[in-house]
Structures are given as C-alpha cells and as structure tokens.
C-alpha cells in the first residue's frame, strides 16, 4: 500500500488550472490505485503567506473541501482536513527550515518570481514556504505528490531535505515522488499565455474558476488570447495561446492532443472556442451543482472532523519519534 499526499491553497476561487493540474488527478488516481490512501489538506497555513482577509479565507476553505468532493473524491477513501488544524505540520515545518539553506530556499522560481514583482510587503513565511511543503508531506511519509508543473521545484527541494535529515539523524522520513500529470501539467493564464493560470491573478478574464457559470466561461473562452494565423495546430513555441487552449480541451475531455488536432485541423477559432466551452460547461455545472448540495449539508463538517482526527494521530505518533530523534525535550 502506498500513501499519496496533496495539498491546496485557499488562496481564491478555485481555477481550471487547479482542477486539471491537481483535483481531477487526485480523482484519476483514487480510482486508478484501489489498494492506496490518500490524504488531502487544504493548506491555510500556506494562504496567508499574502495578506487574507479571515471571513474569506475560511469560506473558501470550506468551499475548496467542498469542490474537492463534488468533483469526485471519494470520502471514503480520502483523509481529508484542514493544515491549521494538525499542529504539527508548523511544528515539523520549523524543524525543517533548520534542514534547509537560505542559498536553496533563493532559489525557488516561486520566489524570485515574487522578488522580482517588486512588491516590498513580502512576508518571511513566503521565503521558508518550501520547509513547511516539505513537512506537510514527509509528516505523513507520503510515496507519491500528485501536483503541477509550477510544484515541481519545490517537490524536488522537499527530497533534498528528507534526504539530508534521513542521511543525518538516521533512515526516518519516505522521500516522496511527484506525480506529474503528461496533459495539463501546467495551464496558462488566458490572457497572457506567457504565465501560469493562478487564482490569485488580477485580471479574471485570465483564469476560469470551478464557480463561473456558463456565461462567464462561454464569454472567457471566447476572448482567450490566439493568434492571426488562424491555422489549428498545436505548437506551444508559435501559438502559445491555441497550445493552452487545445491543452484544456485535452484534459478536460480525456482525448489526446493529436485527436483534438485532427478534429479541428480543418476548422476555425470560433468553432474550436464554441465546441471547447460547450465542453467545459458540460463538465462544470454538475460539478457547480453537486457542490451546492455539499456546502449546504452537514456531512462536510462530519467528514472534516473524521479527516482530522485520523491525520491527527499520524501526526501526534510521527512527531514524537521526530523530536525524540533530534535531541529535542526530556524523552
Ligand atoms: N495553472 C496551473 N496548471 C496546472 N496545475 C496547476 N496548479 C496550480 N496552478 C496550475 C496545481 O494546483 C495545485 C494546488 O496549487 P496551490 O493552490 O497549492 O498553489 P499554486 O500552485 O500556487 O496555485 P495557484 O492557483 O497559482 O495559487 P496562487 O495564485 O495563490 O499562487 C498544485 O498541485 C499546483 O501544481
């Protein structure tokens, strides 16, 4: 039996990026590896590394656990809480940072990419953020990380520091693999086909959340950044914007890059936009609609507490024998 371990940041709306690159991989994977576990947190702690205001951050909280659910997760099979409520990850993340160097932690592109946005109210938590990923993973001595493309990085430096605490103080941390989806691994801002698709972005008519409804992703895909070429092909070098957008179509409708090609070789900008957002649609409203039957049942709390208290105990027992490991208190 393996343990897979995921995380995401309540940080906004969620996106099609976090659905194609995270959540309907997590859901692939569940039903693809029966004999497995799979934890899945939604990671507060790692939201407020940028300013939240507190009624919202714990709505989406919420609405993240929700939308986890009605895109398919199965309760039964998931363990899934909330960070801020397993103490030890923060405890296990300050471990961590004192087994990870500053020259390691600059070199994180997520980082240098906030460094060179010159905004002067970066918070330290943003630069140790990679210990603290670190421990919410090797906590649970996760085999395999489900994540995107932009997670990789981070998801290596996260071997490192298992590595140097297993070679250290002894065999004690599993050093987990990332598991990279091969369509969809990163999806690209509409707008600006240049940058990753994120829900914290400014402009929405870049991103498509899990909550638009038909007429914002008809009107968002509609507007998407293509080219003048007006030849359907898939080349992400030449025309970067019809890349993504035959990328989603492909994640998004389970079809290879080449079928979706050759359906629309022939064809124009228009259709391919109409029949994508028709296709978007159809996969998005019933999520849109299970998740309303969710949010305002009781059964997230139940699974919610259930969720904790099974991380809890793995946390409490794997954090013992960490500090007893490192020298730290009395026994
Ligand atoms: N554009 C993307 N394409 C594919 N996968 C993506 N992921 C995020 N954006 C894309 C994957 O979603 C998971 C959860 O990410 P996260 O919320 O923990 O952090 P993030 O990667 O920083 O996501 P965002 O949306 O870009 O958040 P903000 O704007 O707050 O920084 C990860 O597995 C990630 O790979």
Redesign the pocket.
Known sequence: MKRIV???????S?????Y????K?FVKLQKARENDEFFLFI?DL??IT?RQIPHELRKRTLDIAAMYLACGLDKERTTLFIQSEIPQHAELGYILQSNVYMGELERMT?YKDKLESNDVSISSSLFTYPALMAADIILYDADY????????QHLELTRDIANRFNHYYSDFFTVPEPLI?EV??????LQNPEK??????NNPKG?ITLFDDEKTITRKIKSAKTDSLGIIKYDPLEQKGLANLINIFASISDISINQIVDKYKNSDYKTFKEDLAKTLVDVLIPIQLKYQEIINSNELNEILDKGRSIASDYAFKKMRKCKRKIGLGRK
């Open positions: 995921s995380g995401i940041k309540p940080t906004g969620l996106t099609l990026g976090n194609i690159g995270a959540i991989q990671a790692h939201a940028t997520q990380v489900p994540v995107g493309d932009d997670q990789k989806p969809g691994a990163r999806i690209m801002d990753k698709m994120s829900k914290s972005e991103y």
